[in-house]
Structures are given as C-alpha cells and as structure tokens.
C-alpha cells in the first residue's frame, strides 16, 4: 500500500510540475530586458529574451537579436559560450568586430543560449542555487538538456527547418 501511494504521490507531482512548466512557459516565454538585450539595443538593434525550462527543471534563457537583413533573407543563427560565460562574450568587441553583431548585419537572425549555471541561467522549478542539488550536473546535461530546448525555441520562432550552431569552448 506504501508503495502504490508513493508511487501515485510521484505521479502526481509530475504530472503537477508538467502542468505547471507549461503555465510557466505560456505566461512567461518573452522575458522583460535585461543587461544582454539592452546592450543589443544601446547598438541600435532590436532584441528580447525568452526562456525555457529544461526536462530536469533548470530555467535557461534565450537572447535574440534580429538581423538588419529584410526579413525574407534571414536565417537563424544560434551561438552557444563556454561554461564560464555569457551571451556578451559575442558581442562585447563592439559593432564592428563581434560575432553576433557582425552576424546580424550579414543576414542572420541571431540566437544566443546560457547553459544551467551560468550568469543567465540560475533559475531552477523546485531546487535552489544555495542546495548541493542544484550544482550536480556536467556539460553531459549541458547539452543532453540545455541545448534541445533552446534549440527548439529558435526553429519555433523562427519558423526554421534548421539553425546554424556555433559553440565557443573555454580553454
């Protein structure tokens, strides 16, 4: 009897915790600015943020800026930093150097994620930043989890069959 009211117990909490990422997810996926996308639009270039939630419940957010390129010539373009960093790593060269603004102003529509830990992404649904727990992951879960939904976030907006990846790996 235990095990079968355990078993329910857990069922529901994941049924409860699906139900609730979804809520999560519709109410929550444009995200208000942050230090990412005003510094895109201090350049004079239109973004935003989104975020996801992972399988195994880490938030992770998205930043978009749109390229300068009519809209019928874009393609996505989606730019992956190192462990250690952030989004600002591709652009904090400036205008004429960065790779996401040079991106940008070649025709693509530029997609840049945050992996579980990083300065954009430290948001988890049920664990917190200060618990052992949150911190038990590798860059396995980096892109057995992290990378898909962001990924499918980019082919969702964009209306895409496929996105360029470019990784930045940290030495």
Same mark, same amino acid.
């Given at each position: %009897?235990?095990?079968s ?5 857990l069922?529901?909490? +994941?049924?409860?915790l699906y +139900? $609730?990422s979804?809520?999560? %997810?519709v109410?929550?996926?444009? %995200?208000? /600015? !942050?230090e990412v996308t ?8 239109r973004a935003e943020?989104?975020? @996801?939630i992972? !399988? !195994?419940g =880490?938030?992770?957010? +998205? ?5 300068? +390129? *009519?809209d019928s010539?874009?393609k996505?373009?989606f730019l992956?930093?190192?462990?250690f960093?952030? *989004?600002?790593y591709f652009?904090?060269s400036?205008h004429?150097?960065?790779l996401? $603004?040079y991106?940008?102003d070649?025709? $693509?529509d @530029?997609w840049?994620g945050?992996? &579980?830990g990083?300065?954009?992404a ?9 618990g052992? /727990? =949150?911190? &038990?992951? /590798?860059?396995?879960?980096m892109g057995?989890?992290d990378? *898909? *939904?962001?990924? !499918?976030?980019?082919l &969702?907006?964009?209306?895409?069959q496929?996105?360029f990846?470019?990784?930045? &790996?940290?030495?």
């Amino acid at each position: %009897l235990i095990k079968s009211v355990a078993k329910m117990f857990l069922k529901a909490k +994941v049924t409860i915790l699906y +139900v $609730f990422s979804l809520i999560f %997810l519709v109410n929550s996926q444009l %995200l208000p /600015d !942050d230090e990412v996308t005003i510094f895109i639009k201090n350049e004079g270039y239109r973004a935003e943020v989104f975020q @996801v939630i992972t !399988d !195994d419940g =880490y938030i992770l957010r +998205v930043h978009h800026m749109y390229s300068k +390129v *009519p809209d019928s010539t874009k393609k996505p373009v989606f730019l992956m930093h190192s462990a250690f960093s952030n *989004p600002i790593y591709f652009l904090n060269s400036g205008h004429n150097i960065s790779l996401g $603004f040079y991106l940008a102003d070649n025709g $693509f529509d @530029v997609w840049m994620g945050n992996v &579980r830990g990083s300065k954009y992404a430290t948001a988890h649904m049920w664990l917190s930043t200060s618990g052992k /727990d =949150y911190w &038990r992951f /590798d860059f396995h879960e980096m892109g057995v989890f992290d990378l *898909p *939904p962001m990924i !499918d976030l980019t082919l &969702r907006q964009t209306g895409a069959q496929q996105v360029f990846y470019i990784g930045h &790996r940290y030495n």
